[in-house]
């Protein structure tokens, strides 16, 4: 069985950076996820096992990056310029293979495993 950890939740200023952490084991496709109060989990961005695929939503690219240290079995979500409408609960997710298409990727479906989510407050 699959442990997530997510850390570094918090408040922020509009423009600001927080850097998330899911602590995870096992050799999985991870991915981000939000929720906002009142609306559904979206994809927020995902990496394959190896790191050399990485896929974001269409409202963050440019801003988040998502990597991961095996080693230290971590995934990280760097959110950069950040903007109120950002705020929601972020979940780290473990797939069920290695790697995932870009369709598969932002499918929750997909996913197996869930962290318990951590507060990310962006005021304005």
């Known amino acids: 069985q699959v442990q997530l950890v997510e850390s570094g939740g918090g408040l922020v200023q509009a423009g600001g950076s927080l850097r998330l952490s899911c602590a995870a084991s096992g050799r999985t496709f991870m991915g981000w996820f939000r929720q906002a109060p009142g609306k559904e989990r979206e994809f927020v961005a995902g990496?394959?096992?190896?790191?050399?695929?990485?896929y974001y939503a269409d409202s963050v690219k440019g801003r988040f990056t998502i990597s991961r240290d095996n080693a230290k079995n971590t995934v990280y979500l760097q959110m950069n310029s950040l903007k109120p409408e950002d705020t929601a609960v972020y979940y780290c997710a473990a797939g069920r293979n290695t790697a995932y298409s870009g369709s598969r990727a932002s499918n929750p479906n997909e996913y197996v495993y869930w962290g318990q989510g951590t507060q990310v407050t962006v005021s304005s």
């Open positions: 990496i394959s096992w190896s790191g050399g695929s990485t």
